[in-house]
């Protein structure tokens, strides 16, 4: 059996955190406020998911570290002196008459 990634779980939580308060407060509110209820549910749910999210919001942070190392193994950087020898190079070459002193 597959397990399901760390980041569509966070992902669903996340969204599940704003939308059950939104739920709740189009019930308590009037409609005419359904831009008050919506923007108190993301400001509620930003705050669960802080407060209860934290292994969750830890492992997809772990998985998108992993796969960046992964990513920089790929393809080996050039080395700073390498960089700055063909930056010089380059620069004699475009300029053909030395600088007097």
């Known amino acids: 059996m597959k397990r399901i990634p760390a980041w569509l779980t966070y992902t669903l939580l996340r969204l599940?955190?704003?939308?059950?308060?939104?739920?709740?407060?189009?019930?308590?509110?009037?409609?005419?406020?359904?831009?008050?209820?919506?923007?108190?549910?993301?400001?509620?749910?930003?705050?669960?998911?802080y407060l209860f999210l934290r292994t969750s919001r830890q492992a997809v942070a772990d998985q998108l570290a992993a796969a960046n190392k992964r990513d920089r193994r790929k393809a080996a950087p050039a080395k700073d002196d390498e960089v700055e020898d063909a930056a010089v190079d380059a620069a004699e070459a475009s300029d053909p008459a030395p600088k007097s002193k």
């Not at 939308?19 to 406020?33: G, M």
């Open 16 to 49: 599940l955190f704003i939308a059950v308060p939104l739920a709740v407060l189009l019930l308590i509110l009037p409609a005419d406020l359904w831009i008050v209820s919506a923007v108190a549910a993301v400001v509620i749910g930003f705050c669960l998911s």
